[in-house]
């Protein structure tokens, strides 16, 4: 089933699920960005609570990550089940969580180069790592970043209040990015902004990886650590450029399943914008001894409480 929804020289699909249906999907978005948002969160608690993470610059980059995910986590969740209850929403509150969704989106890629670049200073300027590496420098770096990640989405805000009447902001819409930022002009805005920024990171984890690769035939548990770090960081990398190409992997499959589109956008959307948000405490919350530790006893402890 499907409703249309028209405003001034637009129109877009909006397909409904039976209610059984939508009750099931909601319900597992849900608890998956329950569980994930509740170790994340411990993550951060553990972090605040303890000065050996919050005056390393390594630690701080890592939990600015990890909040990132919450961001991105809770807001495909709220957009998610609101779309599901009101199928619409209200245009400018679309777009307030789209700029906070891109924003964090983008801040991940960029957060991922800045690590790299931190772990190749560790191994490859030991001696240096302390001076260039400070806990002031890294909250400037991360304030930094969220410079940039603007860039990229307040042109879009600005054409749009430029452009669209006072009565397209009190409409609703399906809270997708092209059904509020339309202007043709956008679109290849920003393919060039994500492929520039991938580009760079890319490069930055391929310079940073074979340098410490080098500095790793001394056989150093520190160098080989920081080599695996860094494809982690490749990998989770691969796992962001997904969110770029979402719209691609569903249009493609609809094309051969045009009558699973609803079952298609719902398993892409989880394994693009869910799982992915896993990775950052598994890998790095388990990795790590001393976050590790910590861990596990705030773990125990909740655990115990219930």
Same mark, same amino acid.
Request: proline share 6%; charged share 5%; glycine share 10%.
């Given at each position: 089933m499907s409703l249309s929804n028209n405003s001034k020289n637009f129109t877009t699909a909006v397909y409904r699920d039976t209610l059984s249906t939508a009750i099931i999907k909601n319900m597992?978005?849900?608890?998956?960005c329950i569980?994930?948002?509740?170790?994340?969160?411990i993550?951060?608690?553990t972090f605040r609570k303890h000065k050996v993470f919050s005056m390393n610059p390594r630690y701080i980059l890592y939990i600015h990550l990890v909040i990132n995910d919450i961001i991105l986590l809770t807001l495909f969740t709220l957009v998610q089940v609101l779309s599901y209850i009101m199928f619409t929403l209200n245009v400018s509150l679309c777009i307030v969580m789209l700029m906070i969704a891109v924003f964090a989106n983008l801040n991940n890629p960029l957060a991922l180069a800045v690590m790299s670049i931190e772990c190749y200073i560790a191994i490859c300027f030991p001696l240096h790592h302390s001076q260039i590496c400070t806990v002031r420098k890294t909250y400037a770096v991360i304030g930094l970043i969220w410079v940039i990640s603007s860039l990229s989405i307040l042109p879009d805000l600005f054409v749009a209040l430029t452009t669209e009447?006072?009565?397209?902001f009190r409409s609703r819409v399906f809270c997708l990015r092209e059904n509020v930022f339309r202007n043709?002009? #956008?679109a290849k805005k920003r393919d060039v902004s994500n492929t520039v920024c991938l580009v760079i990171v890319w490069l930055t984890l391929f310079y940073t990886y074979f340098r410490i690769l080098f500095a790793a035939q001394a056989a150093t548990a520190d160098a080989k650590k920081a080599r695996n770090t860094v494809l982690l960081h490749g990998f989770q990398l #691969? #796992?962001?450029m997904l969110t770029y190409v979402f719209y691609f992997i569903i249009e493609g499959l609809t094309y051969f399943f045009?009558?699973?589109?609803?079952a298609i956008r719902f398993t892409i959307a989880i394994f693009v914008q869910v799982l992915p948000r896993l990775i950052s405490p598994v890998v790095y919350g388990l990795r790590d001894k001393t976050f590790r530790k910590y861990l596990k006893r705030y773990l125990l402890c909740a655990l115990?409480?219930?």
């Open positions: 597992t978005t849900v608890v998956l569980s994930i948002n509740y170790v994340n969160g993550l951060v608690h009447s006072m009565d397209f043709p002009g #956008l #691969l #796992l962001c045009p009558k699973g589109v609803l115990c409480q219930h």
